[in-house]
């Protein structure tokens, strides 16, 4: 239904609630030391607003509760496997459905069998598991982001004269389009962008594949500013674009809103064969891919929770209320909004700090120390060489309200009034890869 009145309501009603920790400063300057500065070592105990990630995190609803209740544990042939078959197929229409235990296997299965003589992935942006499975895999990882200057409304997009002068001078083995696009700021992919893409690999002959962990929140936004779309539903959008694909990798702990669980699709019956055949040798028998029976049937109902509309409206909005606000008290922070998450400039903010000073990493610090909010770095620290300083503040689905967002506003609010006294962090000790998830950081005097 169209929404007639100025104030966007929560299309659910809480049933169910749990306590979060209310910590004094001393008590996380002490949390923050131990965790030797990287909020991902922070116990959750010791976090009060947690905004880390939309991955996993969300509230599921009754109907997936009740779902997960008629959960079939059969080890073969389950039938929640089948009703999540029956939902895949009906919103992708890919004919080949493999399940997995999160999106980083369905990468890996992917990157394993398709990259093994190693050549060149392109996309729109990698994100950080992505482009450590394609890297792991002996291949190279190449992102085309459009420009990100101006407030264009699919910053999302892929860089299409690139793109084609990439095709037509290196030997490309894959092109995977993320939606949406987290690294650059959570921005929509738009529909025309896709169409184009689909349009130049299928002439190069190189096959298509899509990250749509959050589809349904890109299809809100081609709903929403593309023209030609707005009488269009939600599914209708999210199909057409999986039209334009040869397979898909998803997380469905975001858009699905499930806990635990992912998926890899194709079109290609040689091609499910053969990941099929690496995901029994690391996730499990094809028909239930390392989840239980129980977590393939609250994901069947999620996919679909996923595409309500007065979900999405309410979902859009509340990220569009949280970066007006911020903007509001003077942080700056990446327009338009995207879908699951604001991201804070920090490179601007704290603008006496170099790249290598982590700018990121010490804005999130700061707010954690500030009122216990988490958030999660996006630039020198994830990426070597990351175009810009981010902060990532991500929305958890159906779980904070409007007055944990307006704390979370008030605490920076605080930080912005201190950036100048905000020092430069650096990195003690890191693995090769992924390091930001286990780094070692410290201030630097």
């Not at 959750?44 to 607003?49: H, L, W, Y």
């Not at 093994?116 to 392109?122: E, K």
């Not at 990698?126 to 990882?141: I, K, M, P, S, Y």
């Not at 992102?143 to 990100?148: A, I, R, Y």
Request: net charge negative.
């Amino acid at each position: 239904m169209s929404w007639p009145w100025k104030t966007i309501i929560e299309p659910f009603r809480i049933k169910s609630v749990e306590a979060i920790p209310l910590l004094n400063r001393p008590e996380r300057e002490a949390a923050l030391r131990e965790a030797r500065y990287n909020l991902f070592k922070l116990p959750a105990s010791v976090v009060t607003i947690d905004m880390l990630t939309d991955s996993g995190t969300g509230a599921m609803s009754a109907a997936q509760w009740e779902a997960i209740m008629r959960g079939d544990e059969s080890y073969a042939g389950s039938r929640s496997f089948y009703e999540l078959d029956a939902v895949v197929k009906r919103i992708s229409g890919m004919p080949e459905v493999l399940p997995v235990h999160q999106g980083r296997a369905a990468e890996r299965i992917l990157a394993r069998t398709m990259l093994r003589d190693g050549g060149l992935v392109v996309s729109n942006t990698h994100f950080d598991t992505t482009r450590a499975n394609v890297e792991q895999a002996g291949a190279e990882a190449m992102d085309l982001p459009v420009d990100q200057s101006g407030d264009h409304p699919f910053k999302g997009d892929m860089d299409l004269p690139r793109l084609k002068e990439i095709l037509s001078t290196r030997e490309v083995k894959l092109v995977l389009m993320t939606l949406t696009n987290n690294a650059v700021g959570g921005q929509p992919v738009s529909m025309a962008n896709l169409q184009a893409v689909s349009a130049l690999c299928r002439e190069a002959g190189v096959p298509m594949f899509m990250d749509a962990a959050r589809f349904a929140e890109n299809a809100w936004f081609v709903r929403e500013r593309e023209q030609g779309w707005k009488d269009h539903s939600c599914e209708q959008i999210a199909r057409a674009a999986f039209d334009l694909c040869d397979g898909l990798t998803m997380s469905a702990k975001k858009d699905a809103i499930v806990n635990i669980g992912g998926l890899l699709a194709c079109r290609d019956p040689e091609l499910a064969t053969m990941f099929r055949n690496q995901l029994i040798l690391g996730e499990g028998f094809p028909t239930y891919g390392g989840l239980a029976g129980r977590d393939m049937a609250a994901m069947a109902v999620g996919l679909l929770e996923a595409l309500d509309e007065n979900y999405l409206r309410y979902r859009a909005r509340s990220v569009e209320h949280f970066a007006n606000a911020l903007q509001g008290a003077g942080v700056p922070v990446v327009t338009p909004p995207g879908g699951h998450a604001v991201y804070l400039d920090a490179g601007a903010l704290l603008s006496h700090l170099k790249p290598a000073e982590l700018p990121g990493v010490a804005l999130g610090n700061a707010l954690y120390l500030e009122g216990g909010v988490r958030g999660v770095e996006i630039g020198s620290l994830m990426f070597d060489g990351a175009p810009r300083e981010l902060l990532r503040l991500a929305m958890p689905r159906r779980v904070y309200t409007e007055a944990h967002i307006h704390y979370v506003v008030e605490v920076a609010a605080k930080v912005v009034a201190q950036a100048a006294e905000i020092r430069p962090m650096r990195i003690v000790e890191a693995p090769d890869f992924l390091r930001h998830f286990s780094a070692a950081l410290e201030p630097v005097d």
